[in-house]
Nanobody, 115 residues
């Protein structure tokens, strides 16, 4: 079992920044990949960014150049640094982990971008 706890969401003005954190209950060395997904009202959940145990990353086209995913192995934590936020980034952001063929989700954290 892997438990994921997100934090760092909130309300921010357009152009602002937020950093989301996802703390895992196990060593992230044992996790094949971790990522951030988001779901806006009335829309499907979509991948935002993903980082593998190798360190390789991939991003949704809509966030490339603005968001950065990173990991701190010592803290078993993955981060999503979000810069130049836009109203269309408003959504619930979920942390996700893949380990041994199983998929795990956090409870989600709300990000609202509004003036």
């Amino acid at each position: 079992q892997v438990q994921l706890v997100e934090s760092g969401g909130g309300l921010v003005q357009p152009g602002g920044s937020l950093r989301l954190s996802c703390a895992a209950s196990v060593s992230i060395f044992s996790i094949y990949a971790m990522g951030w997904y988001r779901q806006a009202p009335g829309k499907q959940r979509e991948l935002v960014a993903r980082i593998r145990s190798s360190g390789s990353t991939n991003y949704a086209d809509s966030v490339k150049g603005r968001f950065t995913i990173s990991r701190d192995n010592a803290k078993n934590t993955v981060y999503l640094q979000m810069n130049n936020l836009k109203p269309e980034d408003t959504a619930v952001y979920y942390c996700h982990a893949e380990r041994d063929g199983f998929s795990y989700w956090g409870q989600g954290t709300q990000v609202t971008v509004s003036s």
